[in-house]
């Protein structure tokens, strides 16, 4: 079946380093992926999105990567701060799917220390 | 603020009660979702409604019954829930149904004695 995963549940970087969050799917046939990020006793949060017709996106301070020959995609945050600290979570949109079917990662939770 | 609201935030309720979710969007999207978030599971997708009209029901038990009066406004009938159904609710919205882009509400966390 379908899946999207991240390699890891948890991450912990130093205020000021990059962050790079990993997540891996599973349909080579998906043409839009997006990034949340939900901070808590909040709901998930659009950062950045990006079409199977690009490998890279960028936005404010942070970069989507696609690598679609290994299905992956990641998450880059430049100097991270402390307000960054929050899960974040990937999905896809299956091509097959026209009603809404994101299909969310478990999600990584990001922590910063100061 | 993300532009979608939702009613309670915080919700506890007996499994023969009937109780109802609320959901508003104030962004001019004419599609609207309900999602379910459990601790350590991937958001779970459970209605869509574009232009007032239910386009997807995924494999939800009758026990939650949605309803969509108008573009602006989601509601979420609960009765006779089982403890497992406790969990956060998220409603989000979207222009367009292909779900691309969705503006989640704060969620109500709901628990089920």
């Known amino acids: 079946g379908e899946s999207v995963g991240l390699h890891l549940p948890t991450l912990s970087v130093q205020e000021g380093d990059n962050s790079i969050i990993n997540c891996a799917y599973s349909?080579?046939?998906?043409?839009?992926f997006i990034w949340y990020k939900q901070e808590s006793g909040k709901g998930p949060q659009f950062i950045i999105d990006?079409?199977?017709?690009?490998d890279k996106r960028q936005g404010q301070r942070v970069t989507v990567l696609l690598n679609k020959t290994v299905k992956h995609l990641s998450l880059q945050i430049a100097a991270t701060q402390p307000g960054d600290s929050a899960v974040y979570f990937c999905?896809?949109?299956?091509?097959?799917?026209?009603?809404?079917?994101?299909?969310f990662g478990q999600g990584t939770t990001l922590q910063v220390k100061p | 603020e993300t532009g979608v609201t939702q009613t309670p935030r915080h919700l506890v309720m007996g499994m023969t009660n009937k109780k109802s979710l609320k959901c508003e969007q104030h962004?001019?999207?004419?599609?609207m979702y309900w999602y379910k978030q459990s601790a350590k599971k991937p958001l779970e997708l459970m209605f869509v409604?574009?232009?007032?009209?239910?386009?997807e029901n995924n494999s939800v038990p009758s026990r939650f019954s949605p309803e969509c009066p108008n573009s602006s406004h989601l509601f979420l009938h609960l009765h006779t829930l089982q403890p497992e159904d406790s969990a956060l609710y998220l409603c989000a919205s979207s222009q367009g149904q292909s779900g691309e882009k969705l503006f989640f509400g704060s969620g109500t966390q709901l628990s089920v004695l």
């Open positions: 990006i079409r199977s017709n690009m």
């Open positions: 962004l001019g999207h004419n599609a």
């Open positions: 409604y574009s232009l007032e009209e239910r386009v």
């Open positions: 349909n080579s046939a998906s043409d839009y």
């Open positions: 999905a896809e949109n299956p091509p097959s799917s026209n009603t809404g079917k994101l299909i």
